[in-house]
Nanobody
Framework: QVQLVESGGGLVQPGGSLRLSCAVSGSINNIYAMGWYRQAPGKQRELVAVITWAKTTSYADSVKGRFTISRDNAKNTVDLQMNSLKLEDTAVYYC??????WGQGTQVTVSS
């Protein structure tokens, strides 16, 4: 059984930083792209960042220059470093694997 387990969410003030981590367990090849999505209340889930096995990255325009996605292929983990956080970054963040698996979500709240 494949599981994606996120950690690192929480409450932070505007301008602050958080680091999200996602660990993939179970029998799955690590060649798939991995990424992070988020869903704010009343809004659709949106792509935040994605990284391929070769570590090519892509970001939503709203987070470019502030967020950095990285992965460790040996450990089958993916991280999201979030800097200069804004109120509008508040959402539940979901880890995603290109084979179609999702994490349970972790809450990120940016508030003063």
């Amino acid at each position: 059984q494949v599981q994606l387990v996120e950690s690192g969410g929480g409450l932070v003030q505007p301008g602050g930083s958080l680091r999200l981590s996602c660990a993939v367990s179970g029998s799955i090849n690590n060649i798939y792209a991995m990424g992070w999505y988020r869903q704010a209340p009343g809004k659709q889930r949106e792509l935040v960042a994605v990284i391929t096995w070769a570590k090519t990255t892509s970001y939503a325009d709203s987070v470019k220059g502030r967020f950095t996605i990285s992965r460790d292929n040996a450990k089958n983990t993916v991280d999201l470093q979030m800097n200069s956080l804004k109120l509008e970054d508040t959402a539940v963040y979901y880890c995603w694997n290109g084979a179609g698996y999702w994490g349970q979500g972790t809450q990120v709240t940016v508030s003063s």
